[in-house]
C-alpha cells in the first residue's frame, strides 16, 4: 500500500516518492460431506476502524509526526494517508499538524517542524514514536516525558533528510518505514474513536460544507466539502483546494471540530491548548453534522464526544481529522 516511488519522485519535482481421501483399496458408500470452513475476519485498525487485510495494523505502534503547515512548507507529503491528523494552532493564529500515522505506510511525509506545548497532551492515550524537529527546552522535555520514543533530527538517523530544493527549516522529511523500525509501544495502539458499524447511517442533520474558525485574519481558516461520489470531506483554504505534493486533494471520511481554550505558556514558543476537560463539539461524516459536548477526564483517556441527550457520537469507519479550534463552526449549504 506504500506509495514510495510516486510520492518521493513527486515531492523532489514539487520542493525540488487435503487433499484427503480414501487409500484406493475401498470406495465409501456414504455421500460426500462438505465441512464448512470458518474464514477469519481480517482485523480492524485500531486508529480507523476499517478492516486491514494486510494485518499491518496489529503489528506496528502509532507513527505521530509534526508537519508544518506554513505556505513556505505546502504542498505537504503524505498527510492524506495518515489515520488521525490534528490541527492545532500555534503562533499568532498559524496552524500546525500533529499526523498519525499506523494503518498505512506512506513516503515522505514532511515537512517536519517543532514540537510545540500541546502535544504530549494528544498523543498520550496512543503513545508510539513522536518525530518532531526540536523545539523549546521545556516543551521538548515535556515530550520526553510522554510515553512515547521521541525522535528528532539528532537522534532519527536515516528516517529523517533534507532536501536542497527548499529552505530550512521547510525542508525536512522522513520515511515512516525507519521511524517504525525503531520500536514504538503500545502495538497495536488503542482507539481514539468509537465507530459505527458496518453499513450502519451516521446521525445528524444534513450539511454541504463547513468553515472552520481558526485563525484571526482567517488565512488558515479550513473549509470542508460534503463529495458524495468518494464519501469523504474535500478540504481547501478558500477555494484553494488542500492537495499533497503529489496532487491529492486530503478528503477524510470525518471531520470533528472540538472547540478548545488556548491561554499563553510562560516560557513557551506559544500558545497551549486545553484538551483535558469538556466543550463544544462538532461532528461531521456522511454528509451530516451532530453537535454534542467533547469530554475528556484525563491525559491517559482520549477524548469521547456526546450528543445533547448524553449519547454516544460515533464516527463513520475511515480517517479523521480533528480541527482543534479556538472559535466555532460557520455552516454552509
Known sequence: MRRTGVVVAAVLAVVGAAACGGNGKHASRRSSAVTPTTVAAPPVAPLTGLPDPTGA??????????VENTPQARPQAGLD???VVYDEVVDGGITRFLAIFQSTDTDPVGPIRSVRPI?????????????????VASEVAAIRAAPVLALDEDGAGPAMFRVSSRPAPHNLYGHPDKFWARGGTPIPPPALFQYLAPGAAFAGQPVASFTVDESPDRSYDPTYTWDVASGSWKRAYGSK?????DGVQVAPANVVVQQIAYTPAAGASGATGQT???GPVWVFSGGKVAQGQWVRSSLAQPAHFVDASGNPILLAPGRTWVELAAGGVTLGG
Not at 57 to 66: E, F, G, I, M, T
Request: glycine fraction near 14%; proline fraction near 8%; aromatic fraction near 10%.
Open 57 to 66: 495494523s496489529a503489528h506496528r505502534a502509532a507513527l505521530d509526526v509534526k
Open 119 to 135: 502535544d504530549p497532551s494528544l498523543v498520550w492515550p496512543v503513545g508510539g514514536i513522536f518525530a518532531y524537529s526540536g523545539g
Open 241 to 245: 483546494p488542500f492537495v499533497m505534493a
Open 276 to 278: 483535558v476537560g469538556q
Open 81 to 83: 494517508r495518515a489515520d
